[in-house]
């Protein structure tokens, strides 16, 4: 990280100032107005504003809280442990990047002095602009969406270790640098920022953290829906399964705990999303369409895709 941008987050804030004054605890009222510890984002986000960051506060136990907005932690120095969910223990280290979700509960360990992270609170709606910017018929989109949705029931967080990552170094840099010095008009920026990272991110699924149980299904899971993406034409179950090296039961076992499809499904649900997209951008006529996603059965594809999005193929074209 650029030198002068660190030495700017490593200055010690009141509430540090106060812990290492003698107070024993976090001060609860900064984050909630509450019983519980849900940390409230309008307690620290200006109004009107969808993102804002904050440097964590080091020197002291952060008590297990969960939070009311989406929250991402980026590590610029040092490291930090946390425990997620109550059994995770994940040390970020210089570089990583944890995503939590409203579903997440999370403790943090004691930082020292050279402990750098920063912690973006991002409303929901923020990432609006970000995932439009992905491909829509997209089933990695739509999983990345699952992940960062308060109604996700399988996938609370996302670990990645993207320190030699080098976009997604310098596109966190800059999302930083405007965020702390509160330019006027960044907002687009930063949402187009945010989004440049989600591609970023998507690219890379071994930079997502194994060593934890949830993460390394989850990392699997990635490589297989990478695996749809760029196979759906003629893909299947068992070459998917000898491509991760994993028994095939394992990996259908996994699609449907973490999407609530299996194969078959997630096959079908690319070969239709390809098919639309190539009607809306394409000249191609039906039938080429239809046999380059790998049907050849014309009323199968049309009964199919009909089901999906509520109407014939010419009729989606013409819409």
């Known amino acids: ?127 609006d602009h970000a995932f439009s910017m992905l491909e829509k018929e997209n089933i990695l989109h739509d999983f990345l969406i699952s992940v960062l949705s308060q109604d996700s029931s399988h996938s609370s967080y996302l670990h990645f270790q993207a320190k030699e990552i080098l976009p997604v170094q310098n596109l966190l840099e800059n999302m930083i640098w405007t965020l702390l010095h509160k330019k006027a008009g960044t907002n687009t920026i930063n949402q187009t920022t945010m989004g440049l990272l989600f591609l970023n991110l998507s690219m890379f699924t071994d930079a997502i953290n194994q060593d934890e149980p949830d993460q390394y299904e989850q990392t699997l899971v990635f490589s297989v829906l990478k695996y749809i993406e760029t196979h759906y ?45 190539l009607l809306s951008r394409t000249p191609l006529t039906v039938d080429a369409i239809m046999e380059h996603i790998g049907y050849n059965n014309s009323s199968y594809f049309h009964r199919k895709f009909r089901e999906k999005y509520g109407c014939s193929p010419r009729r989606y074209r013409e819409m």
Request: glycine letters at 4%; aromatic letters at 8%; charged letters at 30%.
């Open 1 to 127: 990280m650029q030198k002068d941008l660190l030495e700017e987050l490593r200055k010690i804030t009141e509430e540090e100032q106060a812990i290492l004054n003698g107070r024993q605890n976090v001060e609860k009222e900064r984050y909630t107005s509450g019983k519980n510890f849900v940390i409230d984002s309008r307690k620290l986000l200006r109004k009107g504003k969808l993102i804002e960051i904050r440097p964590h506060t080091r020197f002291v136990h952060f008590p297990r809280h969960s939070h009311n907005y989406v929250e991402m932690v980026y590590m610029c120095s040092g490291s930090t442990t946390h425990i997620i969910n109550d059994r995770e223990r994940i040390t970020l280290q210089e570089g990583d990047l944890l995503f939590l979700n409203q579903n997440a509960t999370q403790e943090i360990l004691p930082a020292g002095e050279n402990d750098i992270a920063v912690n973006f609170i991002i409303l929901p709606e923020f990432f």
């Open 233 to 277: 034409k003629n893909g299947s179950l068992t070459e998917a399964a000898e491509e991760m090296e994993q028994p095939a039961y394992y990996i259908s076992r996994l699609l449907k705990k973490y999407t609530d499809c299996n194969f078959k499904e997630l096959l079908q649900q690319r070969k239709l999303q390809q098919a639309a997209y």
